[in-house]
């Protein structure tokens, strides 16, 4: 029996799994906190990965391990393997006006051509070039742009500044996967490549890729695109607890997800975490000039339509709080209202929105009147409009020419009893609801088991739920007099 880690640095918390790479079984775990913000110092996330580490039990009898991380967020690194700046995650949306300036250069479609993805505030190429527009200061000390679960990963193969690691910088070891490039707006799904001339315009430098024979010292390094089953080295002596532990390329979280959930042709994945996402399995890259749908490559060599909402989760949460209640008690109330709310919509605009690109919009309430406007319906409405929002995005991903036939809902908030039922009202395909667990973590064992054997391993998938499809259109309906959708 091998063990294999998977580990999940997300925007709340890192999480580690261990895992036997022949059943799947997970015999133990560990989890740290990350600090909340729209930008954070990536130390706490090498220091909470320490610390997830050690509360799993520690790496002695680990054999492979792998990074899944969440996409987008932007780590600078200078000559010194120094951060410069504080990461910009993928939900700080400043650069929304960035993204217009590089629609407005090279136009929607051949951006979409060249890159899969419609520039919104989200991606990568985007930050960067808010930086090189706002902090010319700082865009003047970068060597390296890095993505989260790249930089943790070449930290725990020993490598970063002088002072605080083994190997000291050697930005030339810095290593991605072609999920996590496919969301930088700079790597081509379609091309298999970086598009080197967007990271320039974006940036105003020109770059080359990790490994490269162009790397000379005056060039921006991007991290080397690793196979998915690629072993990229091992994890360093100081952190490997006396075992030597094969490192593999790692992904970004949603394709470490589906790698998780063995998602399969006819599959379509809704997850509700801090932000949600509607994302599936293609056999071929997805371009779409709206730029709904970003046409990022996934984790195992081929590719994952996705739309993401930045609104998911914490609608719920906000809404409880507002009615002074718990989760239990919210979900009893929800259930208590009939479909449609009685008319109450809840537009959950809350922190601005990407699907649809609406950055500066604000969440709104709607259809109030004296005899609809209890607490019941606001709590069923705050659960309509979470999920009508992921409805729209999952007619966008339809529309690129994926196959639904059955939705996997993930994420904490899949498992309130209220969720589960009206999601079987809003969508109208069949719903199951996976066994609570940690799947973009243990996607990234996957990865390491596949990293380990050669060969990707086939692990079941556990049900917890599987709601009786009960489609009630009026909900969406009436939701889309006033989203604007």
Known sequence: MALVAGIDSSTQSCKVVIVDSGTGATLRTGRASHPDGTEVSPSFWWTALLEALHDAGGLADVSSLAIAGQQHGMVLLDSEGRVVRDALLWNDTRSAVSAEALIAEFGAAALVERSGSVPVASLTSTKVRWVRDNEPEIAARVAAVALPHDWLSWRLRGYGPADESPLGPD?????????????????????????????EAAFGRPACEAGSSELDGSLIVLPKVAAPEANTGTVHADYANGSEIIVGAGAGDNAAGALGLGVAAGDVVISLGTSGTVFAAAPAAVNDPSGTVAGFADAAGAYLPIAVTLNAARILSSVAELL?????????LALAAEPGSAGVVLVPYFEGERTPNLPNAKASFHGLSISSTTRANTARAAIEGMLCGLADGLDAVVASGVTAERLLLIGGAAQNPAVQAVAAQVFGVPVIVPAPGEYVARGAAVQAAWALDG???????????????????????????????
């Open 324 to 332: 002074a209640v718990s989760f239990d008690e919210f979900a009893q």
């Open 455 to 485: 060969a990707r391993p086939t692990w079941e998938l556990e049900l917890d739920a599987a709601p009786v499809s009960d489609f009630h259109p009026v909900i969406r309906e009436q939701y889309g007099v006033y989203s604007g959708v």
């Open 171 to 199: 930005l030339d070891q810095l290593v991605t996967d072609r999920s996590d490039a496919s969301g930088t707006g700079y790597w081509s799904p379609a091309r298999e490549a970086y598009d080197l001339d967007l990271f």
